[in-house]
């Protein structure tokens, strides 16, 4: 039975918007409008972002249209404390989690109040204390530190537990499966999540899935349980979400889940996907549109409008302008300010070694 | 001959390779249907078709352990590595087995394989998008390492890579890959076709492994260069004035140090510049190469320019990259200790 679940689809929402089926989870009317904001929220940040680049303030972007369920009602399932080793496509769990955007910006563009100094590409933030681990730029490595967080975790009896986020593309890694073989034997608790959105740039999600059925498969393979969710659907990753999490802090284990969605964007501002998928491909998702399909759920249910909704985008979009600006203020990545170029010695080595402040001092920084 | 840029070069050493051989074969991380990241394989899979050049899984590993094992069968696999950042996950491959195969197998077993990758910064990679890796390369007894430094250079080399019996690194510095670039960051940048060697004959020809090229020739100074470098060192020597000597490297390993011995034994003085971090950077094996063989004649000790000894940063990328005032700086040292 359970192993049947990596092969069908755990869907909440129907086509009319109503909560159906066993996986409809309990959540509030408020929790559910906060979702909604969240997803627009991310949205509204991709889009300045992608805008910010093309205007030449930053030199790079990845957004995540289309895919912002996912990351947005995951972080809103878990506790403060769980960590999450996400990969560059996850700015939804920052936003859900309550990380200031100004924040998120200051990053994007190097500035002077850049947390991490202007050393690292736009979007691959490190923000610990909202439970987002440091993002590499090398795919796949982050999946089975999750899983070794989680020993850690599990080690010290804490009931905190972790969440290794990786794409369907970079399942090909073998770290994917040195992830998946530690879950196994050891049984800690870390959630692992696939997030399917059909393209690993100009790849298919099949060269990568091979001659498996789906990707969740890939868990019965390693004899966990294994869920394949429709990545679209809010209340189906949050329900999906929480049945992972009870079970990890009740000592049961891992769980892998796949989520169905699609990039509807370019794999990133470097990409031009006209060279290689249809123009209108995600026009022809089937699983909707997230943002979509929450708005349509909260109207069914009489908690929203259209007109609340044009509102809330509204002000969303002054809320992000504002950031923007704010953030534009302590400087952009091509005019400047940015920190020190002195800090690119530092956090090298705890201590600078004798060659290194050499170098530094050679650098008359 | 045609005008290319060196993403042309490369491609069109490819579709060369390709048609004088069936064996070839190339593959990676979307080289296949898209024609790659940075467009070098395009449109070798219509032309050759799927078997010859196609994509594979994002698997690092793999790409380079299937090569392994179709080169010993008698295929030349010529992949790509999307970024040299990331071709760690194919190292163990590279060192543990293509590396020794010969050796290990006595002469049964061989890998003549060819693992291209863009290298180098200068395009705002930050820490995973920037590194120069060769050193790791040059390091491995059994491996062979190229860096082209401009179109002619590239096709030259890579149709000699890939003929080559032996498993060869090829380094593709990617902002060259459509201009020469001195490392004035500010300045517009020049395309392949304002210079001479984006002249390249669309045939067959191959420049040999293991001969460096003088670039410029001089009396004052020898600069051992390779790569991006190149540009930086004829832009620092001009703007100091100083009558270098450039010497391109081209192949790291095998090295012609007989050009190296010759001209540092001429000029008496030598400056190395390489972007990748100096501690135990192929630099280090070039001065000590210089001490070795060239001691008697050095006029003032052997000066390094290279990137910092830290991670490639993003927003600080021209406070790293070793660009024409610090070269100069270096030439300018170099001179006053005569
Ligand atoms: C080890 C490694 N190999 C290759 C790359 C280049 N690369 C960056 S993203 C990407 C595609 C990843 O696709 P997927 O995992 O499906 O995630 P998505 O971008 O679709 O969210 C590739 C090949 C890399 N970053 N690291």
Redesign the pocket.
Known sequence: MMRELAYRLIRVLDAEGRAVGPWAPEISEEALREGLRDMLKVRAYDTRMTMAQRQGKTSFY?QALGEEAIACAFARALRPGDMHFP???QQGLLIANGCPVVRLMNQIYSNTEDPLQGRQMPVFYSERDYGYFSIS????SQYIQAVGWAMAQAMDGKDGLSVGW??????A?SDFYSAMLFASTYRPPVILNI?N?Q???S?R?SL?RGSSPTFAARGVGFGLPALRVDGNDYLAVYAAAKWAAERARAGLGPTAIEFLTY?TGA?STSDDPSAYRPKNDSEAWPLGDPVDRLKQHLIAQDIWTEERHAQAVAEIDIEIAEAQKQAEKNGTLHDGPHSSPATMFEDVYKEMPLHLRRQRQEAGV | MARMTMIQAIRSAMDVAMARDDNVVVFG??VGFFGGVFRCTQGLQEKYGKHRCFDTP?N?SGIVGAAVGMAAYGKRPCVE???A??M??GYDQLVQDAARMRYRSGGQFESPLVVRMPTGGGIFGGV?HSQSPEALFAHVAGLKTVIPSNPYDAKGLLIASIEDEDPVMFLEPKRLYNGPFDGHHDRPVTPWSKHALGEVPEDYYTVPLGKAAIRREGAEVTMLVYGTMVYVAEAAAEEAGVDAEIIDLRTLLPLDMEAIEKSVQKTGRCVIVHEATRTCGYGAELAAIVAENCFYHLESPVVRVTGWDTPYPHAHEWDYFPGPARVGAALKKVMEKA
């Open positions: 990845m990969t560059y496509r730029g090398n795919l796949a990786i794409g369907e593309g970079a399942t890694e997030v959105n393209w690993a740039i790849s999600e990568a990039r794999h | 991380e979307d994002i690092e590595i999307q970024f950042d990331y760690y996950p995973n």
